[in-house]
């Protein structure tokens, strides 16, 4: 089953403006790590954000994370035509050794 | 140099048929996974082996069967393929998932026809 749900499912701005996705999951968690996958591409590790940690920042990639809810964010900031791509969000459990997937989030970005 | 290389990229093939995709990552890394991504691009693990161990095995049809002949290589053999089978499968490979994310492969796009 997934590890969690996106959202949104789909979402569409102009190339400048932020972008924000939302994740929530089902079961604890080791950490929570971010994926980008282009169209017909594998998925690239973009951040990964510890159990312990609220926030953390890569670039114009700003993750937080709050495990009372169960949730985490994504932003990217000051949008570019090329981070048009799908975005999930992963949880690592059993151990440490299962990372699970949600559903994820198509942000296109137009110029 | 890739990273994690799969071959091959597509298969299309018919139902009843037998095929392998391979995989091999040249990272060092010690854990390999398959994962399955169907239609609606949900990503579901189906195995993992770490130094040729397998410790995990979701729940997956007998028809799949993989095999780790060393640490750097995960093959997965599918038999009696069926139409539901069709989905682009995915290794990937990952040295501690506790502080790092995985590395995936391109991909390999299977068509059962």
């Known amino acids: 089953s997934q590890q969690g749900e996106e959202d949104p499912q789909a979402l569409s701005i102009q190339e400048g403006e932020n972008a924000t996705m939302n994740c929530s999951y089902k079961t604890s968690i080791n950490n929570l790590q971010w994926y980008r996958q282009n169209s017909g591409r594998g998925l690239v590790h973009l951040i990964l954000?510890?159990?312990?940690?609220r926030e953390k920042h890569s670039g114009r990639l700003r993750v937080t994370l709050d495990t009372s809810k169960k949730s985490s964010s994504l932003l990217i900031t000051a949008s570019r035509a090329a981070d048009t791509a799908s975005y999930f969000c992963a949880g690592v459990t059993g151990g440490g050794n299962k990372l699970t997937f949600g559903t994820g989030t198509q942000l296109k970005v137009e110029l | 140099d890739t990273a994690v290389s799969q071959t091959p990229k597509y298969l299309v093939t018919q139902m009843g048929n037998d095929k392998s995709i391979k995989c091999e990552q040249n990272?060092?890394?010690?854990?390999m996974y398959w994962y399955k991504q169907d239609s609606k691009k949900f990503l579901k693990i189906m195995f993992s082996y770490n130094n040729k161990e397998l410790i995990i095995n979701e729940t997956v049809p007998n028809r799949f069967s993989p095999k780790s002949p060393d640490k750097a290589h995960l093959n997965l053999h599918i038999n009696s393929l069926e139409l539901g089978d069709s989905a682009v499968y995915f290794c990937?490979?990952?040295?501690?998932?506790?502080?790092?994310?995985?590395?995936f492969g391109s991909g390999t796009r299977l068509t059962v026809v």
């Open positions: 990272l060092g890394h010690d854990t």
């Open positions: 990937a490979s990952s040295q501690d998932n506790r502080v790092g994310g995985y590395t």
């Open positions: 954000i510890r159990s312990n940690e």
